[in-house]
């Protein structure tokens, strides 16, 4: 689908990757930063994108 597109591509920029699960019409986005025992400033901003992709995605399936 073109959201899990820009999902891959946002991976890819960030070099952090992300378990991504889309049940029915629920998706949940899984992202930490292996070895590491806490969130980082890494896991932060892919949440940030992750969440603008997820509104994006929302508004577009609304006018569709």
């Known amino acids: 689908s073109a959201a899990s597109d820009v ?3 946002q991976q890819e920029e960030l070099g952090h990757h992300a ?3 889309i049940e029915k019409d629920a998706v949940s986005v ?3 930063t292996h070895g590491v025992e806490r969130v980082t400033n890494l896991d932060k901003e892919f949440v940030r994108e992750a969440d603008k992709i ?3 995605a929302g508004e577009i399936s609304e006018r569709v």
Do not use: G, H
């Open 30 to 32: 899984e992202v930490y």
């Open 54 to 56: 997820f509104r994006d």
């Open 7 to 9: 999902y891959k591509r």
């Open 19 to 21: 378990k991504v699960t």
